[in-house]
């Protein structure tokens, strides 16, 4: 389809200056040394033990939590695909929210719940093991979603027909598997890989990882050498990841339209043992963090004093991740557009890069991006807003595409061509047909991107501007110096910020389907 091949290349460009170019600057950097270009900086970490210890526990860490969440989030994914569950939307969208609470609200309402149930239970928590339980529970849901998402897919023909012949277990065994093995594999990739890259968590629990180490060396002691060095392990491994998991789900990342024939086999038994494992994931992934929060909270009066204290970090956060949001759905829509639409063979690379972007630690990216705009003629760009804004535009703007290339690919490119056929520009066939047959799912990915945005920790602790905070960045911040009830009352406005926005979305979501529904047909 024809279409203004410049737009696509000056947002490119802007795509790879924003994101790629911190990445390969610190790559140059991890050579230099005090006295010049060396290897120097790789010879420490290859032969320091405190280097070893840190990549054991990176491994260690990322490894049980990629196994424990898709050992527990798979078959609650065949559960909400395969079972004839009541209120299956209901029960989705309350397991999707450990997935949607900033990982270190968890972590900090596990803290609590040691304080309230046992003791033992705290020493725990400031743990490996305890890191590990933690993320579990927050990445738990993409090894659901995904599970579900491939069990959807699988022709319900193929399943009857063996279902027939050989009975469910043996069609469980020999059908459903195999066809669903690789995206299960690349959710366990993608667990791993976002794990290997948290930095909040194992900060929060004082866990010694790769990700806080970039952090250390950075900001204790101001060592780009050895921080961007102590990076390249991870950029390693999570580049051979990102394109392990792009083997294993090919165009299944942007294709995402159900054929007929795949709709699911539904069963009507199980409902004992599916609702045991739904209600269990719910109690400790949702309601007892929460729980354990407004239990340690101040009472409501000190709730509204501390809302109206933090009033100027929660209207910056709000601001940002709107900001973010909505400029990560422009630019991600054009990025998406030329994704679906090309049969160039850099789509395929575009992919892995996306994958990769993604899962960047935020301190790898937040350094690469202090290093690449702290100079003498960016200096004025550099500690404002909007370096903040660049840094997560940088972080989000990848899954941005990569969500809304699949979006573009489910519209027929054939409306496009009709309006062109009858002398519409470029332009007006995208703004008046294309993204109006996407707002759901552009509204989709934009309240993805907000609520993520508006969690971020790792880089907003690196580009925010001096004197100023955001509500996350203000959380971490009392973790040491604050009360129990400070920090758990500001967890819970964070905390209901996410929810009220999830509402407001719904609500006018559904609002708009009910003047669908009363058109005349």
Not at 26 to 50: H, P
Not at 100 to 128: C, E, M, N, Q, V
Not at 421 to 428: A, D, E, I, K, T
Request: hydrophobic share 60%; net charge positive.
């Amino acid at each position: 389809m024809h279409s203004p091949r410049w737009i696509f290349v000056v947002t490119g460009i802007l795509f790879l200056g924003i994101t790629a170019l911190p990445v390969c600057l610190m790559f140059v950097e991890s050579f230099r040394t005090a006295d010049g270009f060396s290897l120097a900086n790789y010879a420490s970490l290859l032969t320091s033990s405190r280097q070893r210890e840190l990549l054991s526990n990176s491994l260690v860490l990322a490894l049980a939590t990629a196994s424990l969440a898709t050992l527990f989030g798979a078959p609650l994914g065949f559960f909400l695909a395969k079972l004839s569950l009541p209120s299956r939307h209901l029960w989705r969208t309350t397991l999707m929210i450990p997935l949607l609470i900033p990982p270190y609200i968890l972590g900090i309402a596990w803290i609590f719940a040691g304080d309230l149930l046992a003791k033992g239970l705290t020493r725990w928590t400031f743990s490996l093991p305890g890191a590990v339980a933690i993320l579990s529970l927050s990445c738990l849901p993409i090894p659901m979603l995904v599970a579900e998402a491939a069990l959807s897919g699988v022709p319900a023909r193929l399943e009857e027909a063996a279902w027939l012949a050989a009975g469910w277990r043996r069609t469980l065994v020999s059908i459903t598997l195999p066809l669903v093995l690789p995206s299960l594999v690349a959710g366990f990739l993608l667990v791993f890989i976002l794990a290997l890259a948290e930095f909040s968590v194992p900060s929060l629990l004082r866990v010694r990882v790769f990700a806080t180490e970039v952090y250390t060396q950075f900001a204790a002691f101001f060592d780009f050498g050895s921080a961007t060095a102590a990076t390249m392990p991870l950029l390693l491994l999570v580049l051979v990841l990102s394109i392990c998991v792009r083997l294993l789900v090919g165009e299944k990342w942007i294709t995402t339209r159900r054929s007929p024939a795949a709709s699911p086999l539904l069963l009507s038994g199980g409902w004992t043992v599916a609702g045991m494992a739904l209600f269990s994931v719910m109690i400790l992934g949702s309601v007892l963090p929460l729980f354990c929060l407004v239990m340690k909270m101040s009472p409501v009066e000190t709730l509204i004093r501390s809302a109206w204290g933090t009033r100027e970090s929660i209207a910056a956060s709000l601001m940002l991740s709107a900001s973010v949001a909505l400029l990560s759905v422009a630019m991600g829509l054009l990025l998406g557009y030329w994704r679906a639409r090309t049969q160039a063979r850099l789509k395929a690379l575009a992919d892995v890069l996306w994958i990769l972007l993604f899962t960047l630690p935020g301190t790898v990216l937040g350094i690469g991006l202090v290093r690449l705009w702290n100079r003498p003629l960016t200096n004025a760009l550099y500690g404002t807003w909007a370096m903040l804004l660049l840094g997560l535009l940088a972080r989000f703007v990848p899954i941005a595409a990569l969500l809304l290339a699949a979006g573009v690919r489910q519209m027929p490119a054939s409306l496009e061509e009709a309006a062109l056929v009858h002398g519409s520009s470029w332009w007006r066939a995208f703004i008046g047909i294309l993204v109006p047959s996407m707002k759901r799912s552009l509204l989709a990915v934009g309240l993805l991107v907000f609520i993520l945005a508006f969690g971020e920790l790792a880089i907003t602790i690196l580009l925010i501007p001096a004197g100023t905070s955001t509500l996350p960045l203000q959380i971490f911040t009392t973790i040491t110096n604050s009360p129990d009830e400070v920090m758990a009352t500001l967890c819970l406005l964070q905390v209901l910020v996410i929810l009220i926005t999830l509402f407001a979305v719904g609500m006018s979501v559904g609002k708009s389907r009910a003047q669908l529904s009363k058109l005349p047909a």
